[in-house]
């Protein structure tokens, strides 16, 4: 499907007036309220079940019970997908096999074979990550459209094995089209961005979009399109959506999720992760996609450590006892804007009321690593010392890496998509002024191309450095943290109210794990979220403060914030005309 514009769906959000919170259960929950939910955006009923906010425990209860077969639940999702994105424009394309899929899933069920807790789960993944199929894989990039994959992305061939239905490709807000110096990734594409330049910034209401180029991933989720997507990140693009769409992302450690098969952007810095509306839902997506993989040697590392059921490690808020979290001040807490801190802090009481124990601290690589003005910047500390310089180096590299496995396509090389972008430059954005959404061109395109992925001293030194502040001098210092009276606090996890993804840059050059928890919503409107971060491969740990502190919300607030839509309106497109008022 088309995809001009992914809108975020964060216009605005609001509390369910009633919800149970559960774990590990396929009980029901109340359903939270749709009355402020514009009717074309409302969701009906399937066969007398209501679908808004519904699990993925709650849906294999009912493909169990027979009260819908996934058949019909695919239909269902297709038919919504049809509904309102051409409003919301997540997603790029469909599967045209989904109901065929689903039918033989259907089957195998009948014949008592379930796969897994996704048998017959719908999902979406990001356009950057090749299916085997009759779909595309372009990371939205004209310039791929046609091309041919060798192979599914191990990730997709996981999820299938699993029973998983790939309904479709989301669209991508940054990706193999451009890169901005301020700001990531950026793409004009079949799916083009009507942009903004900086990284994290969101236009007003009527016009905000998804931050970050899994957006499509979690817009699509929020909205109650399907359970559960799957996006990559390098440095904010799981988890900067995942705030602003009120969903949690996972971000696990580079390694315990195979990338091969993806469009990549850095070897040290890539993962690739779930998001969904639960942390069950996420960690039901984490489990089916973890994995060592022959063709990504990250996934072979000695040091690698993965659990074989992460669901283990949920909990609820009764787990807060005696927890201890540091929160990040210096260039983090302290640049947190206050209504933001208001929701935060409503969220760091309850834990202190929890019986849990809330420690200032400051990275010990704050000033070094972090901008004066707190906000996120790739480029800081010059070439031998920035992760700009790692990521342009292992960009040329992975790009050619992957096109080179492509068919049926004459693009080889990333100075072919810079020569495709000059030609169709209308389109695609090559020179400043062409585009809107690019107001610099393909200018760190260029400062790719020009390293020609030479591993040369500045690569060396920068990546060592990078990694060097932000592990010994940043996340595992603060883990250890020692207080004004000497005593030494080994903390449980560091918690961070991130919007400028600053505490999430950290983590992305240190190589470590993250979770995203949504807790409120701002003075406009918009949501807000917890970050948790730990060290390499304790995704485990973080799945259980995750949760417990999840459970706090939901006692709190009565669940994650959901969207409203407000000021749809605005934006003068065409909404499916299913739901219409009677005269």
């Known amino acids: ?231 990559s990140e390098t440095d904010g693009s799981i988890i900067g959506p995942a705030q602003i769409n009120s969903v949690v992302g996972i971000k696990p450690t580079p390694g315990l999720t195979s990338r091969s098969g993806i469009i990549p952007s850095s070897y040290s810095l890539d993962t690739v992760g779930p998001l969904g509306r639960s942390v069950q839902d996420a960690v039901l997506g984490l489990n089916a996609i973890v994995g060592s993989d022959e063709r990504d040697p990250l996934t072979l590392g000695k040091a690698r450590h993965q659990d074989i059921d992460y669901t283990q490690f949920l909990r609820n808020q009764s787990s807060l006892r005696g927890a201890k979290f540091g929160l990040p001040i210096k260039r983090c807490w302290e640049f947190v804007k206050a209504d933001q801190k208001r929701e935060a802090t409503r969220i760091l009481d309850g834990i202190v009321e929890a019986g849990g124990e809330i420690i200032h601290l400051d990275y010990q690589c704050a000033e070094e690593r972090i901008a004066s003005n707190g906000k996120w ?67 760190t395109f260029h400062q790719i191309v020009a390293t020609r992925g030479t591993k040369d001293d500045s690569y060396y030194e920068a990546l060592n450095h990078i990694q060097k502040q932000t592990r010994s001098a940043g996340i595992d210092a603060a883990l250890t943290h020692t207080g004004v009276d000497g005593r030494v606090h080994e903390l449980d996890a560091l918690i961070l109210c991130d919007r400028l993804l600053v505490g999430q840059q950290i983590a992305a050059q240190a190589g470590y794990p993250t979770i995203n928890v949504p807790i409120g919503v701002d003075d406009a409107g918009m949501p807000v979220s917890i970050t948790l971060q730990q060290t390499a491969w304790k995704e485990g740990v973080l799945i259980k403060w995750a949760s417990a502190i999840e459970d706090l919300r939901n006692k709190i607030l009565g669940g994650r914030p959901t969207p409203e839509y407000n000021a749809h309106l605005a934006k003068n497109v065409p909404i499916g005309r299913k739901h219409i008022p009677p005269s």
């Open 1 to 231: 499907m088309s995809s001009p514009i992914v809108t975020a769906v964060t216009s605005l959000f609001q509390y369910p007036s009633s919800f149970q919170a559960t774990l590990v259960s396929s009980k029901r929950q109340v359903c939270p309220s749709q009355a402020k939910v514009p009717l074309p955006f409302r969701l009906e009923p399937l066969k007398s079940v209501e679908l808004y906010e519904i699990s993925i425990a709650e849906i294999q209860k009912h493909y169990t019970h027979g009260t819908f077969t996934a058949t019909e639940y695919i239909q269902y999702c297709l038919d919504r997908v049809r509904l309102v994105d051409p409003y919301l424009e997540a997603v790029i394309e469909l599967n045209p096999d989904a109901l065929e899929i689903a039918a033989q899933l259907d089957e195998e069920r009948q014949r008592g074979h379930v796969r897994s807790s996704l048998h017959g789960i719908p999902v979406f993944v990001k356009d950057n990550i090749a299916t085997k199929d009759k779909m595309q894989t372009t990371a939205g990039s004209w310039a791929l459209l046609g091309s041919v994959v060798p192979r599914d992305a191990f990730i997709v061939a996981q999820l299938r094995h699993a029973g998983a239905i790939i309904l479709g490709h989301t669209g991508i807000l940054m990706g193999i089209r451009h890169v901005g110096v301020k700001s990531g990734i950026h793409l004009t594409y079949r799916a083009a961005l009507v942009g903004k330049d900086d990284h994290i910034v969101v236009t007003k209401i009527a016009d905000r979009i998804a931050v970050g180029s899994s957006g499509g991933s979690a817009v699509a989720v929020s909205s109650n399109m399907v359970p559960l997507t799957f996006g």
């Open 377 to 443: 910047d790739w480029e800081l500390g010059g070439s031998s010392k920035s992760e700009f310089t790692v990521v342009a180096t292992e960009a040329y590299n992975g790009i050619k890496d992957y096109l080179s496995e492509l068919s049926n396509t004459n693009i080889t090389t990333l100075e072919d998509i810079v020569a495709f972008n000059v030609e169709n430059r209308g389109t695609e954005g090559a020179f400043p002024g062409d585009h809107p959404a690019f107001p610099t061109g393909q200018d």
